[in-house]
């Protein structure tokens, strides 16, 4: 079940005529596209989100992710607020992923950097 009026049905068949994309890559029929001024919103609420927590970094303040929702508002007035928030909490995950890979890449550094040490000694 889709949000009308977000995207357009992929076809099963695509021809040389259409432009490639992943969805058409992926999609035997039925994926949705998502349409031009659909993307522009989601930019719109990646700019908002990197501007909020900073390119790198993610807030750690009570509430957090409503106080983003309430400020996303203003970029995306006519948006589905159900989607705004699966916005967030999406890009909030991958951004939770991402850092803790760059912490455990960090860490493994470490680690052997200390063995490395430990072994010239």
């Known amino acids: 079940m889709g949000i009308k009026g977000l ?18 890559y992926v999609s035997n029929g ?4 998502p349409i031009p001024e659909f993307l522009d919103i989601i ?5 908002a989100f990197n ?3 900073g390119e790198k970094e993610l807030k750690k303040h009570k509430n957090v992710n409503k106080l983003l ?19 967030i909490r999406t890009r909030t995950y991958i951004r939770i992923r991402k ?3 760059e912490l455990q890449t960090k860490t493994l550094q470490l680690k052997s950097k200390k063995s490395l040490y430990k072994t010239v000694l």
């Open 43 to 47: 930019r719109r609420l990646e700019n």
């Open 99 to 101: 850092l803790n890979s």
């Open 51 to 53: 501007f909020y927590h």
């Open 30 to 33: 039925g994926l949705m596209k």
């Open 7 to 24: 995207g357009i049905i992929s076809s099963p068949i695509s021809n040389s005529t259409q432009s490639n994309s992943w969805v058409d």
């Open 69 to 87: 929702f309430e400020k996303m508002k203003q970029e995306a007035a006519n948006l589905d607020p159900r989607i705004m928030g699966l916005f």
